[in-house]
Antibody
Framework: QVQLVQSGAEVKKPGASVKVSCKAS????????ISWVRQAPGQGLEWMGW????????NYAQNLQGRVTMTTDTSANTAYMELRSLTSADTAIYYC?????????WGQGTTVTVSS | QSALTQPRSVSGSPGQSVTISCTGT?????????VSWYQHHPGKAPKFMIY???KRPSGVPDRFSGSKSGNTASLTISGLQPEDEADYYC???????????FGGGTKLTVL
């Protein structure tokens, strides 16, 4: 079946970087864009950005510009999200989701904890 | 503070109907028909319930419906069932600078 499978939980120190993967199965990654959405503890959902899996074009949330990079490896049917210069405010569950104007398939989420 | 305003919580008894509002501005909800709704059970991936304001994907019960008036979108759930208890989030396109904004989420309790 169509699914997105994300990499496992990460614990990082402040100032470090994290790279989360999102592997598509049951469909070809390049057929639809991928967005990344996060949820901090006790907070709502926050859209982080989108990548065209067809040509690699990206759109990022203004508050993350310069710290986030989204990429794809089409040979591996996998999308990636890297976030740099981590602070405690980046502690959250990170989701990848398939789609452009709505997101019909979501990954299971990756917990990223930033702690000294 | 989220860009779109939702009530923190709503509740209803089994079989009743509830409506969750999602208030934005003329720059997001009021400007585009790209409003979607997601059901989120804590610890699970969000589930896609409504897109393009009123459209329901296959597999979502017709008890769920969406609408919009001006800068406010709404999700109505009729014939409440215990499994509907979850957090619900609205999302709207907000133009080519901000792109996408979510509401703060509404916790639905089925009494």
């Amino acid at each position: 079946q169509v699914q997105l499978v994300q990499s496992g939980a990460e614990v990082k120190k402040p100032g470090a970087s994290v790279k989360v993967s999102c592997k598509a199965s049951g469909y070809t990654l390049t057929s639809s864009g991928i967005s990344w959405v996060r949820q901090a503890p006790g907070q709502g959902l926050e859209w982080m950005g989108w990548i065209s899996t067809y040509n690699g074009n990206t759109n990022y949330a203004q508050n993350l510009q310069g710290r986030v990079t989204m990429t794809t490896d089409t040979s591996a049917n996998t999308a990636y999200m890297e976030l740099r210069s981590l602070t405690s405010a980046d502690t959250a569950i990170y989701y990848c989701a398939r789609g452009g104007t709505y997101w019909d398939v979501w990954g299971q989420g990756t917990t990223v904890t930033v702690s000294s | 503070q989220s860009a779109l305003t939702q009530p923190r919580s709503v509740s209803g008894s089994p079989g009743q109907s509830v409506t969750i509002s999602c208030t934005g501005t003329s720059n997001d909800v009021g400007a585009y028909n790209y409003v979607s709704w997601y059901q989120h059970h804590p610890g699970k991936a969000p589930k896609f319930m409504i897109y393009d304001v009123t459209k329901r994907p296959s597999g979502v019960p017709d008890r769920f419906s969406g609408s919009k008036s001006g800068n406010t979108a709404s999700l109505t759930i009729s014939g409440l069932q215990p499994e509907d208890e979850a957090d619900y989030y609205c999302c709207s396109y907000a133009g080519s600078y901000t792109f996408w904004v979510f509401g703060g989420g509404t916790k639905l309790t089925v009494l």
